[in-house]
């Protein structure tokens, strides 16, 4: 295989909807039979997609924003959080009535038994209110951690733990990754274990944590719903996801 495809999830491969076009999976297919290896690069943890990998035979992926990547069914790289510091964040977190939502690559476990903002944030991705453990951290590599605040109020914690990047995702939601963490990270991983050259990658995405992932790839495609931050960096800009957006894109291409 000469080229490499990665695909964000959500606005991407998913529409407004959360569903997958029947164009997306016709092109993924055509992708495949034209020799092309189709990856997923997304912010979601592997339980969050199982099925979406087994609708479209894909078994190799960047999760977490980067911190945890599979090739082929096998883990290639971890990077988890610093356990220390994520309980130091989530004693802050609960003085300032903030909820968090920890996650590893099996489940996740909320640090409150119920949220608004854990049920509308997480509910848009179509999963129930995650279950109440909140010490659910200690001992366990957690690769993703949620933080649920009014936008703005994930200032003070990104002056108060310089050791985590926070991207905000929705209205009430923030990932928090390791410092240096993104989904471009991954994809080195990913691209080193495969050898192949950079002009020959290629990513589709459409949220502020597309930002590095587009720009490290050889081609970087923004669909055209996406943010204005990355449709400004894109080497291209295809349609909206909702309008067979990765259709057009790969078309567009020459790919498929």
Not at 21 to 30: D, N, R, V, Y
Not at 194 to 212: M, Q, R, S
Request: aromatic share 10%; net charge negative; with cysteine.
């Amino acid at each position: 295989m000469s080229k490499i495809v990665f695909f964000d999830i959500d606005g991407t491969l998913l529409d407004h909807d959360k569903n997958l076009p029947a164009s997306a999976k016709e092109a993924i297919g055509l992708l495949k039979e034209n020799g092309v290896f189709v990856a997923i690069a997304t912010g979601r943890a592997p339980f969050m997609f199982e099925s979406l990998r087994k609708e479209l035979d894909i078994d190799s992926f960047v999760s977490f924003n980067g911190q945890y990547v599979v090739f082929e069914g096998e883990a290639i790289y971890k990077n988890p959080l610093n356990g220390e510091k994520i309980e130091n964040l989530y004693l802050k977190a609960e003085e300032k009535g903030h909820p968090v939502v920890f996650m590893n690559h099996r489940t996740m476990k909320s640090s409150v038994k119920h949220h608004e903002y854990i049920e509308m944030s997480l509910g848009g991705l179509k999963f129930a209110h995650p279950e109440h453990d909140h010490t659910f951290y200690v001992d366990r590599d957690l690769y993703q951690t949620l933080l649920f605040c009014e936008e703005g109020a994930e200032g003070y914690y990104l002056e108060a733990f310089p050791e985590f990047k926070l991207i905000r995702w929705h209205p009430y939601s923030v990932d928090i990754l390791p410092a240096g963490g993104s989904k471009a990270e991954g994809i080195k991983k990913m691209i080193e274990r495969l050898g192949f050259k950079t002009e020959d990658v290629y990513a589709f995405g459409d949220g502020l944590n597309d930002l590095e992932m587009l720009e490290t790839v050889g081609t970087g495609v923004a669909m055209g719903n996406a943010v204005p931050e990355l449709k400004e960096l894109a080497n291209m800009v295809t349609k909206d996801v909702d309008d067979n957006g990765i259709w057009h894109g790969l078309k567009k291409l020459n790919l498929i």
